[in-house]
């Protein structure tokens, strides 16, 4: 079983705080609206999906705190939903299960009472979940494929059951393989400033009995070079209609040097993550994030404070540098432009 990353129980949404991991791993309850949009800009919760299901259930939470004067859900929903979307910049995912949330209060029939409102807004969420889940296993069942026996994989960040409601995309591709009873190797970038990989991945699949390697970021070139690696596989928190990919800052630098050593490289994502709006990764939105998080690594100072810092959240990885992106319906590969098109149009 996965870690249960975001739960819904009962009406309480509560998650696993990520910037404990992996020393202490606590559950936190994000009790109002405020809580789940510092959650998410905090990443206490993160990973593209994750974020999309958590601020789906955060509209949830946000309609229930006032459900006593509550005059109109599609008004409500709409303000809850413009706040949440504040929360992050890249990650499609957010504006994808917060533009659900709104068609679904938007199509509620204008008898309807607050409290049938509620509950088809809660049930929309609750599918936005679901359906997460089912595509986690899908993403996983046709990328397994791509994992020889005895493989060598690196990836960045954690694009694994934190980032989801399941067994997560890149990460997906590795349990299944496991289930499968294929032996094979990964290779986890530690992924700076905030160690999403060091931290998370390594947590995750040392949990799962999968054997793991932490390497410093700066390290990639040199485990390629020896032999290590024969894949690399990470996930996307945007994708454009022509198959640029962005992702997890650093993950260009791997997409090209995977190029130099004639490694594939391939991304792993749900069609929740296409944004079919742009057209080329150039128009891809990319956070950037407190200069602290690089001069004060994890409470120690990292770099003078005088120091100034560039701290772009995600980087831009060119179509041309990409074999192959897992989703749920099977394996797009190049010319992206249509087998995109023909992908969401399943
Ligand atoms: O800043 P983060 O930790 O939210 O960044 C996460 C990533 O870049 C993941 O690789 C991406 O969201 C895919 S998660 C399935």
């Given at each position: 079983?996965?870690?249960?990353?975001?739960?819904?129980?009962?009406?309480?949404?509560?998650?696993?705080?990520?910037?404990?991991?992996?020393?202490?791993?606590?559950?936190?309850?994000?009790?109002?609206?405020?809580?789940?949009w510092g959650a998410i800009k905090?990443?206490?919760?993160?990973?593209?999906?994750?974020?999309?299901?958590?601020?789906?259930?955060?509209?949830?939470?946000?309609?229930?705190?006032?459900?006593?004067?509550?005059?109109?859900?599609?008004?409500?929903?709409?303000?809850?939903?413009?706040?949440?979307?504040?929360?992050?910049?890249?990650a499609v995912n957010l504006f994808w299960a917060l533009d659900r949330m709104r068609r679904r209060a938007e199509s509620l029939p204008?008898?309807?009472?607050?409290?049938?409102?509620?509950?088809?807004?809660?049930?929309?969420?609750?599918?936005?979940?679901?359906?997460?889940?089912?595509?986690?296993?899908?993403?996983?069942?046709?990328?397994?494929?791509?994992?020889?026996?005895?493989?060598?994989?690196?990836?960045?960040?954690?694009?694994?059951?934190?980032?989801?409601?399941d067994y997560g995309t890149a990460l997906a591709t590795m349990y299944v393989a496991a289930d499968r009873g294929r032996q094979f190797h990964v290779y986890a970038d530690e992924t700076r400033p905030l160690l999403q990989g060091a931290r998370l991945t390594a947590w995750e699949l040392t949990d799962a009995g999968i054997p793991v390697t932490v390497i410093c970021d700066n390290m990639a070139a040199q485990v390629m070079r020896e032999g290590r690696i024969s894949m690399v596989i990470v996930g996307a928190d945007r994708i454009a209609a022509n198959g640029d990919v962005a992702n997890k800052i650093g993950t260009y630098g791997l997409a090209v040097l995977a190029k130099a050593h004639g490694i594939p490289f391939y991304v792993a994502a749900p069609s929740s993550t296409f944004d079919l709006s742009i057209q080329s990764g150039e128009d891809i939105p990319i956070e950037q994030r407190d200069a602290?998080?690089?001069?004060?690594?994890?409470?120690?100072?990292?770099a003078p404070e005088a120091a100034d810092v560039y701290n772009p959240a995600f980087d831009v990885t060119p179509a041309e540098l990409i074999a192959g992106i897992v989703t749920e319906h099977g394996i797009l590969i190049p010319p992206y432009t249509e087998s995109i098109q023909r992908h969401l149009a399943e």
């Open positions: 079983m996965p870690v249960e990353t975001i739960r819904w129980s009962d009406g309480q949404l509560t998650i696993i705080d990520q910037t404990q991991l992996p020393g202490t791993h606590t559950r936190i309850t994000l009790a109002n609206i405020d809580d789940v905090q990443l206490k919760v993160r990973g593209a999906p994750a974020i999309g299901v958590c601020a789906a259930f955060g509209v949830v939470v946000a309609l229930k705190a006032r459900v006593n004067d509550l005059q109109n859900v599609a008004a409500a929903t709409q303000e809850a939903a413009d706040y949440l979307a504040t929360s992050r910049p890249t204008p008898s309807s009472t607050c409290e049938e409102g509620l509950a088809a807004l809660e049930k929309e969420a609750v599918a936005i979940f679901e359906e997460d889940r089912a595509l986690c296993r899908a993403i996983g069942e046709h990328g397994a494929a791509l994992i020889e026996e005895g493989a060598g994989i690196l990836t960045h960040c954690n694009a694994g059951a934190l980032a989801t409601s602290e998080e690089v001069r004060n690594g994890f409470g120690r100072r990292t």
